[in-house]
């Protein structure tokens, strides 16, 4: 990492400070397949915008994005799910399934799945929540790739929500590429 000092830095440390940054992957619900016990729910009455999952069996849905070339796969990203519930109390489980494929390699290729933990609801009714971080390991993607992403609620874990969790998305947190090699 470059060091700032007083009396400033050299140009390369700061090209390497500034090019160093985070990037953003946003997956919108609508993007996600819905499987035979998903449904969508409409937000304000009319936008089809949110993935429902019900409290009494686990439910999933996937999506899959390409992996830009800006993404520093060497890193390990963070995944978060943006979601709501009716109830006011309760503890809602998601777990994460992924796998990156590249062009020309098997697509049945085995998944890694990272169990989550209960996430606490805040208390009130419909408001926007975000899930603790699921980790997508350094090197499980490669620039090019395509990720493909399954999202299930886990009534059998410490899920206690009573009642839907409604799913808007999922945001991932990458480290970008330096332009400049160190």
Not at 29 to 38: E, I, K, V, W
Not at 66 to 87: K, L, T
Not at 123 to 129: N, Q, R
């Amino acid at each position: 990492m470059a060091k700032i000092n007083p009396r400033g830095m050299s140009q390369g440390d700061l090209v390497r400070l500034l090019d160093r940054a985070t990037g953003t992957l946003w997956i919108p619900a609508g993007h996600f397949n819905l499987q035979p016990t998903s449904t969508e729910v409409l937000v304000g009455g009319t936008i089809p915008t949110a993935i429902s999952f019900a409290d009494d069996s686990d439910e999933n849905a996937c999506a899959n994005v390409y992996i830009p070339a800006d993404v520093d796969c060497s890193v390990a990203m963070s995944a978060y799910i943006y979601y709501s519930a009716v109830s006011t109390s309760g503890d809602v489980t998601f777990d994460i399934d992924y796998v990156s494929i590249a062009s020309g390699e098997d697509v049945g290729a085995a998944v890694t799945d990272v169990a989550g933990t209960a996430t606490t609801t805040d208390g009130t009714a419909d408001v926007l929540e975000i899930s603790s971080a699921y980790s997508i390991a350094a090197d499980a993607c490669a620039n090019g790739d395509v990720l493909f992403l399954n999202v299930r609620r886990d009534v059998s874990a410490a899920d206690d929500l009573s009642g839907d969790a409604d799913m808007y998305g999922v945001r991932i947190d990458y480290t970008t590429r330096p332009s400049v090699k160190e």
